[in-house]
């Protein structure tokens, strides 16, 4: 139970590096979340700082998700991971730091969604399951 609960504090801590936070404050020198939309996400990045800040922001944002259910089921059991991912995906939409105000979670859900399903795939067709690829 210790174990499951550190997964999730885990997850909403790594959930809530908000790159485009960091990217836009160092490459302009101003906060996100006062250009464009004000939205701490990589569409925002992308029209008020430029497409290469952008992909990285997405690259991080989708990886947060999948990081965090990787790094904790080596120590917790799976659903506290799963739930550990659903933690980062809260900590990117209100982190802490940035007076709960960030992304809007998207890209995080959406690569824990792909981790989940690849994961399915690979698994079903080891067990023999192709007629659900048919």
Do not use: C, E
């Not at 991080?60 to 799963?82: C, N, R, T, W």
């Not at 939409?93 to 399915?120: C, D, E, H, V, W």
Request: proline content about 3%.
């Amino acid at each position: 139970m210790i174990t499951g609960l550190l997964a999730i504090g885990l997850g909403y801590l790594l959930g809530s590096i908000s790159p485009s936070y960091f990217l836009t404050k160092w490459l302009k020198g101003v906060d996100i979340r006062k250009l464009g939309d004000g939205n701490a996400g990589a569409r925002n990045v992308y029209h008020s700082v430029g497409l290469v800040p952008a992909i990285i922001t997405g690259l991080i944002d989708l990886s947060k998700g999948v990081g965090v259910i990787l790094i904790s089921s080596l120590f917790a059991p799976l659903i506290f991971s799963y739930l550990a991912g659903l933690a980062a995906v809260v900590g990117h939409i209100f982190p802490f730091y940035l007076k709960f105000r960030g992304g809007q979670g998207g890209a995080t859900l959406s690569g824990i969604l792909l981790f989940l399903f690849f994961n399915f795939v690979f698994k079903a067709k080891s067990l023999g399951l192709y007629f659900l690829f048919s």
